[in-house]
Nanobody, 119 residues
Framework: QLQASGGGLVQPGGSLKLSCAAS????????MGWYRQAPGKQRELVAT???????HYADSVKGRFTISVDNAKNTVYVQMNSLKAEDTAVYYC???????????????WGQGTQVTVSS
């Protein structure tokens, strides 16, 4: 189960921090990341991190967003600074993990959290 939180309404130039906690019978986590979907658009990658070490960002958020992981809490965060109107979207976390007793890694999606950037 993935539980995302931290969305809300913020003015342009403001900041928000999203978090997503994975819970359950987790044996191992390989990748954690954030995606977003604006109205009328396809879901797109925001940022991902592999093994807690190698972050990858969409060009549109480089220098403004920072992804991080707390391995002890199985939680992924994204700190979003200098927010713009075009960052408005529903943000989804995605975690690729191995459940105890299962054969391989599988990706899971969080429920989505709305981020609205508007004055």
């Amino acid at each position: 189960q993935l539980q995302a939180s931290g969305g809300g309404l913020v003015q342009p130039g403001g900041s928000l921090k999203l978090s997503c906690a994975a819970s359950g019978n987790i044996a191992s986590i390989s990748d954690m990341g954030w995606y977003r979907q604006a109205p009328g658009k396809q879901r797109e990658l925001v940022a991902t991190i592999t093994g807690g070490l190698s972050p990858h960002y969409a060009d549109s958020v480089k220098g403004r967003f920072t992804i991080s992981v707390d391995n002890a809490k199985n939680t992924v965060y994204v700190q979003m600074n200098s927010l713009k109107a075009e960052d408005t979207a529903v943000y989804y976390c995605n975690v690729v993990l191995l459940v105890y007793g299962s054969i391989g890694y599988k990706g899971y999606w969080g429920q989505g959290t709305q981020v609205t950037v508007s004055s």
